[in-house]
């Protein structure tokens, strides 16, 4: 697509006026999906933390955004199983942080539809997490207090994942995971 690495999901009527509110970011682009943006920022911490700033300067621009979804990992796929086995690598990283701690995943799917379905796919990455963080201190799914939320975004044949602990959901409420 574009090289992006921020997924943005716009309020119905607030399309224009949120690109234009993203461009001080960096390039905005259009999608196929209806309200969705795509925006590439050079440094994803930087992003969220004047994205927050500004979110907290102007309350109003809260009315443009449903959520604004940053990646740290993207990867193309062409099947279900080529998806399955990028995002179960992606998610190797994140293993020694996800042991023994409770999580969940939450998917957003754009496209692929009749192929890849979120529910099945948040299943998959959920149990192969638990199998992967091993017996001696497996991660747990916990959707009520969970320490961590894995985020996956996919658009069309892209995916992108990425990491939320618990207080950079709190300290990001944009994010809106659950």
């Known amino acids: 697509m574009n090289g992006w690495n921020v997924v943005v999901s716009t309020i119905a009527g607030h399309y224009q006026k949120a690109g234009r509110l993203l461009w001080p970011y960096g390039p905005v682009h259009r999608t196929d999906y209806f309200n969705v943006l795509t925006l590439r920022v050079d440094d994803v911490t930087q992003f969220l933390e004047q994205f927050r700033e500004d979110f907290v300067k102007k309350p109003s621009i809260a009315d443009c955004f ?63 997490i638990i199998e992967r963080t091993g017996p001696e201190a497996p991660a747990t799914v916990d959707f009520d207090d969970p320490d961590f939320i894995i985020a996956v975004e996919t658009l069309g044949r892209e995916a992108g994942l990425s990491l939320w602990d618990r207080a950079a959901r709190a300290r990001y409420p944009f994010l809106k995971l659950d």
């Not at 099947?79 to 994140?94: D, I, K, M, R």
């Not at 042991?99 to 379905?117: I, T, Y």
């Open 66 to 128: 449903g959520r604004v979804m940053p990646v740290t990992v993207r990867f193309a796929f062409q099947s279900p199983q080529e998806f399955e086995t990028s995002a179960c690598e992606a998610a190797v990283p994140w293993l020694t942080q996800l042991a023994g701690r409770r999580f969940h995943v939450r998917m957003h799917r754009r496209g692929f539809k009749g192929r890849l379905s979120s529910q099945h796919e948040e299943q998959f990455l959920d149990h192969e």
